[in-house]
T-cell receptor
Framework: GNSVTQMEGPVTLSEEAFLTINCTYT??????LFWYVQYPGEGLQLLLK?????DKGSNKGFEATYRKETTSFHLEKGSVQVSDSAVYFC????????????FGKGTTLSVSS | NAGVTQTPKFRILKIGQSMTLQCTQD?????MYWYRQDPGMGLKLIYY???????DKGEVPNGYNVSRSTTEDFPLRLELAAPSQTSVYFC?????????????FGPGTRLTVL
């Protein structure tokens, strides 16, 4: 079945450091891939998405590229801020409306000034 | 648009009590979902609905019931609360015509069963 594996946290960085959160997936067909972010005490917000191979999703300085050859969708940001502290979830969709998104377990990012 | 709204934000139940978690969306989405999020885990699908009057089970439906009488509302019912149902519950919705199944989430309800 479909699954998502993302790196274990927590990830602790200093402000302006480079961020990478690894995400790999297993899926049949051609899934869409998402990164969601959950700020403390809030619900999940879509951060970025990519719907086909080699697509790059980007938002708020974050980027992720859909790599079919390595089945990966790693999240990167060149310079993190304290306000980026949150839990980040990688998710997969089999593109069938009405089916669940498949989530990774989440990676907690803590950025200190 | 308010998007997806959920009430209450927090609730403590005693074992055996019942309650309904409310979810409303104002985006005219046909598809709606209930997930639960346990500590250190991703989200798991409880139930979903493809439109008013149509619901189906997800991965972890035991102990829950749902109904969908309108497009906007998708309440989740716990009949006999158990400690294993302590979790954070998220409601989500999506466009029926979206081929990417992008889902929009509410802020969540944190439920504790003691």
């Amino acid at each position: 079945g479909n699954s998502v594996t993302q790196m274990e946290g927590p990830v602790t960085l200093s402000e302006e450091a480079f961020l990478t959160i690894n995400c790999t997936y297993t899926a049949t067909g051609y899934p869409s891939l998402f990164w969601y972010v959950q700020y403390p005490g809030e619900g999940l917000q879509l951060l970025l998405k990519a719907t086909k191979a080699d697509d790059k999703g980007s938002n708020k300085g974050f980027e992720a590229t859909y790599r079919k050859e390595t089945t990966s969708f790693h999240l990167e940001k060149g310079s993190v801020q304290v306000s980026d502290s949150a839990v980040y979830f990688c998710a997969l969709s089999d593109n069938q409306a009405g089916t669940a998104l498949i989530f990774g377990k989440g990676t907690t990012l803590s950025v200190s000034s | 648009n308010a998007g997806v709204t959920q009430t209450p934000k927090f609730r403590i139940l005693k074992i055996g009590q019942s309650m309904t978690l409310q979810c409303t969306q104002d985006m005219n989405h046909n598809y709606m979902y209930w997930y639960r999020q346990d500590p250190g885990m991703g989200l798991k699908l409880i139930y979903y609905s493809v439109g008013a009057g149509i619901t189906d089970k997800g991965e972890v439906p035991n102990g829950y019931n749902v109904s969908r009488s309108t497009t906007e509302d998708f309440p989740l019912r716990l009949e006999l609360a158990a400690p294993s149902q302590t979790s954070v519950y998220f409601c989500a919705s999506s466009y029926s015509r979206s081929s990417y199944n992008e889902q929009f989430f509410g802020p969540g309800t944190r439920l504790t069963v003691l």
